[in-house]
């Protein structure tokens, strides 16, 4: 299994980001997908989860409204669209499946 995110950087507030997660080395299709972060000093948190096919998402209470989980099973990806970022969604962003993590993407929100 490997889950490798990518899209992550510096942004103002109130910009926007979208962060991507390509997975291989499992059929993509079966499994409920999640995105997490994790801030300095702060605990992990559950961001958002997306269903085998796309047809149920959750967020976090503190991103919704602003943030949209999606994926396309015919190219193994997930996706994250982060809009109106805030200074308080700075946070290592990463992709997990079950009991499998990737590496991590950045997201710093500063003026």
């Known amino acids: 299994v490997q889950l490798v995110e990518s899209g992550g950087g510096l942004v103002q507030p109130g910009g926007s980001l979208r962060l991507s997660c390509a997975a291989s080395?499992?059929?993509?299709?079966?499994?409920?997908m999640n995105w997490y972060r994790q801030a300095p000093g702060k605990e992990r948190e559950l961001v958002a989860t997306?269903?085998?096919?796309?047809?149920?998402?959750n967020y976090a209470d503190s991103v919704k409204g602003r943030f949209t989980i999606s994926r396309d099973n015919a190219k193994n990806t997930m996706y994250l669209q982060m809009n109106s970022l805030k200074p308080e969604d700075t946070a290592v962003y990463s992709c997990?499946?079950?009991?499998?993590w990737g590496q991590g993407t950045q997201v710093t929100v500063s003026s």
């Open positions: 997306i269903s085998r096919y796309g047809g149920n998402t």
């Open positions: 997990n499946m079950f009991d499998s």
């Open positions: 080395g499992f059929t993509f299709s079966r499994y409920v």
